[in-house]
């Protein structure tokens, strides 16, 4: 083979390894793409996937609604016993209080009994600010007859599933939910019928508990078919229909910060949650335990009696 044959054999032979190797970076490249394109992908599917899910998912609990948590553990038991042992000298020098605009009122018809005993009658809703001011008078009045267990905390409403604002928002306050009541003097049968949080397909509040068609009925008697919560019957003598002071005296304050005050009787807190609680144990001793514990009944409460 002559000289310029094999130089011509030599330029053949170059220009397709060139080729070749032009081929495999573009092949290379188009590989490097569809990975980078596969992650891109995979990528955009999670973040789609965590949108999906958020979209999607309902509130399942006070904070979704910006709700802070009340006390747990060793606090919550703290708190819990300050409030169902508010001392009596510090409930009789309260007497009346002041603010307290929602007394027991008179009511007439056959005693409400539960296993036995006289039964006080309470329905509410965790929602509702007016049934969160009431529930903190509510436990320091019935301690002072038998014993909760399993009491919980939780917040009144912000706002409905409509966006509606509620009035006294955050309002801290306790669930009956769960808990229950032992006396040897009368019964206690709460209904919490609505939770704090709204359904937002509906701009209602979820159902919690639903009364028996005796109690609906009881409520329809006493309080109307569009009655104000909370509703209270003291073995169908006496009954509180709303709120029976102002919830705005709790207003920005700790459930700990509450408690501790039901002791002080110069406080606000304590004018108001032990003057309610007073009134209360006054309906109860007069409507239903016929004075009875003294410990309970005393000569203040007693004195108070005359005013339902």
Request: neutral net charge.
């Amino acid at each position: 083979m002559g000289k310029a044959s094999r130089t011509k054999v030599e330029a053949t032979r170059r220009e397709k390894i060139a080729a070749q190797r032009a081929a495999e970076r573009r092949a290379e490249q188009r590989r490097r793409i569809l990975l980078a394109s596969g992650a891109v992908v995979v990528v955009l599917a999670i973040v789609l996937t965590f949108v999906i899910v958020k979209l999607n998912s309902k509130p399942s609990s006070s904070s979704a609604q910006g709700l802070s948590n009340g006390p747990t553990g060793s606090a919550l038991t703290a708190v819990v016993n300050k409030v169902t042992s508010v001392p009596a000298s510090t409930l009789d020098a309260v007497g009346s209080g002041s603010g307290v605009t929602g007394k027991p009122t008179t009511i007439s018809g056959t005693t409400l009994m539960e296993n036995g005993k006289p039964e006080m009658y309470y329905m509410g809703a965790e929602y509702c600010p007016y049934c969160a001011a009431e529930r903190w008078a509510m436990i320091v009045a019935l301690s002072r007859f038998g014993t909760f267990t399993g009491l919980s905390t939780v917040h009144s409403a912000v706002a409905n599933g409509a966006g509606t604002a509620e009035p006294d928002p955050n309002t801290p306050t306790w669930t009956f939910v769960h808990s229950t009541y032992s006396s040897p003097y009368l019964a206690f049968t709460p209904d919490e019928i609505q939770t704090n949080i709204p359904d937002p397909s509906t701009g209602t509040y979820t159902t919690l508990q639903a009364p028996t068609a005796a109690q609906q009925a009881l409520v329809n008697k006493y309080d109307g078919s569009g009655g104000a919560i909370p509703f209270i019957d003291f073995g169908n003598h006496y009954m509180i229909s709303g709120v029976s002071y102002n919830p705005g005296v709790l207003a920005g304050l700790s459930w700990s910060t509450i408690a501790t005050d039901l002791s002080n009787p110069n406080s606000a807190v304590a004018k108001a949650v032990d003057g309610t609680a007073n009134y209360i144990t006054a309906a109860i001793c007069k409507g239903l335990t016929n004075n009875q514990p003294a410990s309970a009944c005393t000569a203040t409460v007693q004195s108070l009696e005359s005013q339902i």
